[in-house]
């Protein structure tokens, strides 16, 4: 048995419950080796599924629920805190926003799958005004097929997982710093590019108290509200026409042509 696996069986449940929880959390933490490796242990008799399962949704729930709470009392500013965290945050609210368009709450059943969307399912349903009991039979059902998920893919490939683990024993130190080089090359990739787009994007920018001069000295600009549909809807934008992003295509004939435009999102 390869030393990950003998860690866990040591430390038990208490190893999932944190780990989880600290995901959840926004921590920059996976948490789909450790329910690998649960999955495997499940098939060798060391832990046991149910309690695999309820820890693992104990912990979801807890931290999915903090967010929502927050979402609901907070709503912009923990988005923008939560996308600062993020390598490609222009576009981590907008597709969580788009799923729930589209598909309402039934989004949380596959958020936890999907990267940058796990971390702000739970605030963006808060602050677009999801029902608290609904939210909670989704989230639960969401974090139910992810833990079940990849701990059946543990199950089912344990042996393999534990000769990935034996032979990853063997390359020892070599291995360690292979996988740490790697991710921080992708790393300084994402943020250089990321610091790339924003430099071109910054032209193009402008800040909210130049658009109130623009406002008070009588300069006849159009505002357009692109937020998603679930944005919060105490904090509307006076004056502004409503067109979320996701249907700007569809509805661009609504768009004045004959004055500037400021487009407004989260």
Same mark, same amino acid.
């Given at each position: 048995?390869?030393?990950?696996?003998?860690?866990?069986?040591r430390?038990?449940?208490?190893?999932?419950?944190v780990?989880?929880?600290?995901e959840?959390?926004?921590?920059p933490?996976?948490?789909?080796? $450790?329910?690998?490796?649960?999955?495997? $242990?499940?098939?060798?008799?060391?832990?046991?599924w149910?309690a695999?399962?309820g820890? &693992?949704?104990? %912990?979801c729930?807890?931290?999915?629920? %903090?967010?929502?709470?927050?979402?609901r009392?907070?709503?912009?500013?923990?988005?923008?805190?939560?996308?600062?965290?993020?390598?490609?945050?222009?576009?981590?609210?907008s597709?969580?926003?788009?799923?729930?368009a589209?598909y309402?709450? =039934?989004i949380? $059943?596959v %958020?936890k799958?999907?990267? =940058?969307?796990?971390?702000?399912?739970?605030?963006?349903?808060?602050?677009? &005004?999801?029902?608290?009991?609904?939210?909670?039979l @989704?989230?639960?059902?969401?974090?139910?097929?992810?833990?079940?998920?990849?701990g059946?893919?543990?199950?089912?490939?344990?042996?393999?997982l534990?000769?990935i683990?034996?032979?990853?024993?063997?390359? &020892?130190f070599?291995? @360690?710093?292979?996988?740490?080089?790697?991710?921080?090359l992708?790393?300084a990739?994402k943020?250089?590019?990321r610091r790339?787009?924003?430099?071109?994007?910054?032209?193009?920018?402008?800040?909210v108290e130049?658009?109130?001069?623009?406002?008070?000295? &009588?300069?006849?600009v159009?505002?357009?509200?692109?937020?998603?549909?679930?944005?919060n809807?105490?904090?509307?934008?006076p =004056?502004?026409?409503?067109?979320?992003?996701?249907?700007?295509?569809?509805?661009?004939?609504?768009?004045p042509r004959?004055?500037?435009?400021?487009?407004?999102?989260?």
């Amino acid at each position: 048995m390869n030393t990950t696996a003998e860690f866990v069986i040591r430390h038990g449940y208490a190893l999932l419950f944190v780990w989880v929880l600290a995901e959840q959390a926004a921590l920059p933490i996976p948490s789909v080796p $450790l329910l690998l490796v649960c999955g495997a $242990l499940v098939k060798s008799g060391h832990m046991h599924w149910a309690a695999v399962l309820g820890i &693992g949704l104990a %912990a979801c729930l807890i931290a999915d629920s %903090a967010w929502f709470r927050i979402g609901r009392s907070r709503g912009g500013r923990v988005l923008r805190f939560l996308c600062r965290m993020a390598l490609e945050p222009d576009s981590c609210v907008s597709q969580t926003e788009n799923g729930l368009a589209r598909y309402g709450v =039934g989004i949380l $059943l596959v %958020a936890k799958f999907i990267p =940058g969307m796990n971390a702000l399912a739970a605030p963006l349903a808060g602050s677009g &005004g999801t029902n608290w009991i609904q939210f909670l039979l @989704f989230d639960a059902a969401g974090a139910a097929l992810w833990i079940g998920g990849w701990g059946a893919a543990g199950y089912v490939f344990g042996t393999q997982l534990d000769e990935i683990g034996a032979w990853a024993g063997r390359a &020892g130190f070599r291995l @360690f710093l292979s996988v740490v080089a790697l991710l921080a090359l992708w790393i300084a990739f994402k943020y250089f590019q990321r610091r790339r787009f924003l430099r071109k994007l910054s032209v193009a920018r402008i800040p909210v108290e130049d658009l109130y001069r623009m406002l008070s000295s &009588g300069e006849d600009v159009a505002i357009i509200d692109v937020r998603g549909k679930n944005a919060n809807p105490r904090d509307p934008l006076p =004056g502004a026409l409503r067109i979320p992003l996701s249907e700007l295509a569809t509805r661009h004939t609504e768009v004045p042509r004959d004055r500037d435009i400021v487009l407004f999102c989260t």
